[in-house]
């Protein structure tokens, strides 16, 4: 796990190993008397053959970061003292993915997952307890903890688009998930600022599609435009390192495929794909590159990638099919490379404004008796739907998915508050909260922020302490929240240093509100594990909001 590199120092071994600080919190933890002793004499014994990818990932961690490795060896080893063990406990109750047991004693650590990704998870609470100092003796505390996640979604997203994040920083990313026990990346990879998935098919999507030629200055609307030339994408064999990365940390990939609004990028690579090609981008004058006007100027160029934020009329056009052949076309290359059940397809902040004025929008509402243009949102919807259905798989979408009629089978992701999800719920459809009032980090921590953000003050509180059940739910619609999502818009985040600010400590808060039940969070208890927490940003070397933490720990 290449994210904590070299934040162990060599202290002696006789320091009494630290108090148990788990986040996110467990159901049950109990401290118990004596230590463990980790060192090069420890095997790691495997029960089950499936588990052997989670023990090498630990044991590799080991030998990287403390200087030694230990042996893994299989089920038919008889354990001895001072070992690790890894196993499964199937009965034929059920039992919630992603628990564990973990039981750690003077003599032995027990790892007991009701599945793989149980065992996964009670590993990640064991390296929480390892101490921060290198050493080839490791002092960890007796403990015994039970464990169940509360949601089966615990989500974070990242958006590529406005600003590109490489490979090892994406890894790097899936790496602070798996530390606090979420499953699913949600990769925001298409824009009106840049199209970042390499489409064999479709080869301007990131010959044209990924570049722009300047990006806005300042907060928006901005005060001008740094004429700078800005891109990247991901390669499909890259998409695939990304995809096999996560799957090792039981973390689902969630692909994002922006439509019918969000599609500058594409369309400045395709113009047909536009109700109205010939018409030139619409970029605010002080706002435009100086090399878009020079290429529009000498090559008749129309349409160009956005260079500023936010929402654009120049929209898929759902009179055409071409249109959809495109999509579906693109949607096959995505589907062979992401192995998740979920397509997220969008579907928010789509103007109509060009579909009122395009005569085969209007043809297409005539002839499928379509009341309005928000009623053509969702056949749109409706149709990229039924294709992925075809293909095993389901589409979740923005809470504007909801507007002229919801998709049969789709999944709604609840940002515009939460009654978008709660309407989606009370329908009986699943639901991903991730209402922006808590849930976008990409908002200021502080009330003053030095550092330029979307605005918005989100205080880790108010993170903390939200809860994705609405109660005006009743209880058999509650089972429609299937967890929820922490997420992060790069307008004004450029570099790994800034992301790391922005989600720092909230994700840590975030962690405790998609893994804890209720019942057994307390404000207060998590202050107080946030001492240890900020010992763990320091030595894993993370650029987290220094400010945020210094007003927890007063």
């Known amino acids: 796990m290449k994210l904590f590199a070299s934040f162990f120092l060599f202290i002696p071994f006789f320091i009494q190993a630290q108090t148990v600080n788990l986040i996110p919190k467990p159901a049950f933890v109990k401290q118990e008397n004596g230590t463990f002793v980790l060192n090069a004499e420890t095997k790691i014994i495997v029960r089950d053959n499936r588990l052997f990818k989670t023990a090498k990932l630990f044991n590799e961690y080991l030998a990287q970061y403390y200087g030694f490795k230990i042996a893994v060896v299989a089920r038919g080893e008889k354990n001895t003292q001072r070992d690790i063990v890894l196993q499964m406990k199937e009965t034929g109750k059920s039992k919630v993915p992603g628990g564990y047991a973990l039981h750690l004693t003077s003599k032995q650590v027990s790892i007991t997952g009701n599945d793989p990704e149980g065992v996964f998870y009670g590993v990640q609470s064991l390296i929480q307890l390892l101490p921060f100092e290198k050493s080839g003796k490791l002092a960890l505390p007796c403990v015994k903890v039970m464990d169940t996640p509360r949601f089966a979604y615990r989500g974070l997203n990242i958006d590529v688009s406005r600003h590109f994040f490489d490979v090892a920083f994406i890894k790097k990313y899936i790496d602070l998930m798996a ?24 080869p301007l999507l990131t010959q044209t599609g ?50 019918p609004g969000h599609s500058s990028a594409a369309i400045a690579a395709y113009p047909s794909l536009s109700c109205f090609p010939n018409r030139t981008t619409a970029i605010p004058l002080n706002m435009v590159a100086l090399k878009t006007v020079q290429q529009a100027q000498d090559a008749g160029r129309k349409k160009f990638v956005q260079e500023t934020w936010g929402v654009f009329d120049d929209v898929y056009c759902a009179g055409k099919d071409s249109t959809f052949i495109f999509l579906q076309n693109v949607l096959d290359e995505v589907l062979s490379l992401f192995p998740s059940k979920y397509i997220h397809i969008g579907g928010d902040e789509c103007p109509k404004t060009d579909w009122k004025q395009c005569p085969l929008c209007q043809k297409r509402m005539k002839e499928n008796h379509l009341k ?25 979408g923005w809470d504007e998915i909801l507007e002229g009629g919801l998709a049969p089978n789709a999944t709604v992701m609840s940002w515009r508050g939460e009654q978008g999800g709660i309407e989606a719920a009370r329908q009986h459809h699943n639901v991903v909260m991730t209402p922006s009032s808590y849930c976008y980090l990409n908002r200021s921590g502080l009330r003053n922020d030095d550092s330029l953000t979307a605005g918005n003050y989100l205080p880790i509180d108010r993170v903390y302490n939200y ?7 009743t209880n058999e619609e509650s089972k429609y929240i299937i967890g929820g999502q922490a997420s992060l818009w790069t307008e004004y985040i450029a570099n790994p240093a800034k992301v790391e600010y922005m989600i720092l400590p909230r994700l840590s808060a975030m962690s405790e509100v998609l893994w804890t039940d209720m019942k057994h969070k307390n404000w207060d208890d998590f202050k107080k594990r946030m001492l240890q927490e900020q010992k763990r940003y320091e030595w894993l070397g993370l650029n987290y909001n220094h400010k945020i933490t210094e007003a927890l720990l007063r």
């Open 179 to 202: 530390l606090y026990k979420m499953n699913v990346f949600h990769w925001h990879l298409t824009d009106d600022q840049g199209w970042r998935i390499e489409i064999k098919k479709y």
């Open 210 to 259: 990924s570049l722009r030629n300047g990006t806005i200055k300042g907060h928006y609307p901005g005060t001008g435009n740094d004429n700078q030339t800005y891109g990247g994408y991901y390669t499909q064999e890259q998409i695939k390192e990304v995809v096999a990365y996560a799957a090792a940390r039981y973390i689902t990939v969630i692909p994002e495929i922006e439509m």
């Open 372 to 396: 309005d243009e928000h009623a053509l949102q969702s056949y749109f919807i409706q149709r990229i739907e039924k294709y992925l259905n075809s293909k095993g798989r389901q589409i979740i």
């Open 467 to 473: 809860n994705p059940v609405s109660d005006s739910l």
